[in-house]
C-alpha cells in the first residue's frame, strides 16, 4: 500500500462518528454490513447503533444478490450470533436457508419470523435449537404441507411468549399450554374459540381473524 493511499485510508477510518451514521444512510444495511463490518471497533460499534447487527429483518428482502448473502453468511454472521434479537427468513425470495443458521447460537433472539419455509424437518431443527428463548415467532405461507408444519409447530409452541400466524391452522391441542402470552391468528372456524380458551389460561393478548363463516 503505498503512503498517499495510507494516509486516506486512515483519514476515512477516523472520520467522526456523525459522519459515519450520515455514510450509512447512502447504502442498504446488508451493503454497509458487507462494506465496514470489522474495519475496526468503532465501526462495528456503529453497525451495532444501527441495528444492522442485531436486527436482521432485512435478510428477508428480495433485493440481496447471492454473493452478497454468501458474504454475509460466511465472514459476519459467525461474529454476530450473539449479537442477533430479530431475525426474518424468507426462502421464496431469497437465497437464505433455514437450515444455514445455527440458532443455538443465538442466545438473545426474541423475535423470528418465518415466511414460504419448504422444508418440516427444516423448521423442526430450528425450533429445537431455540426452545430456551421463549421467543417470539412470527409464521406465514407454510400451506403446502399445513398439516405436517402445524404438527411441529404444536411439538414446540409451548416454548414460545408470542406466536403470530397468518394460515388458517387446525387447532388440536392436547395440553394446556402455560407459556404462550400472546397470539394473532386465524381460525378456520369459530368454534376453534373454544380450543383457545380451554388450552391457553394464561393468554394474556388475543388477535383473531376468520373467514366470512
Known sequence: MSFS???????????????ILELFNYFTPINCVQLFFDIDERWNQLLHEKKYLTHLDYLSSRYICPST??????????????????????ENIT??????????????????????????EDLDQCLQQLEKNHIELGIQFMNRCKKEFFQILLKHIDNFEAF?????LNLKFNRQL???????????????????????????????????R
Open 5 to 19: 493511499s495510507t494516509i486516506i485510508r486512515n483519514y476515512f477510518i477516523n472520520l467522526p462518528d456523525l459522519i
Open 69 to 90: 448473502y454468501t458474504y454475509f453468511c460466511r465472514r459476519v454472521l459467525p461474529k454476530i450470533y450473539h449479537q442477533i434479537v430479530s431475525l426474518s427468513i424468507n
Open 95 to 120: 437465497c437464505a436457508k433455514l437450515k444455514t443458521f445455527h440458532f443455538i447460537k443465538m442466545k438473545n433472539l426474541k423475535y423470528l419470523k418465518l415466511s414460504f419455509i419448504y422444508q418440516p
Open 164 to 168: 403470530h400466524c397468518s394460515d388458517a
Open 178 to 212: 402455560l407459556n404462550l402470552k400472546r397470539l394473532t391468528i386465524w381460525l378456520e372456524c369459530l368454534s376453534d374459540l373454544c380450543t383457545l380458551f380451554t388450552y391457553l389460561p394464561l393468554l394474556e393478548y388475543l388477535s383473531i381473524q376468520g373467514t366470512s
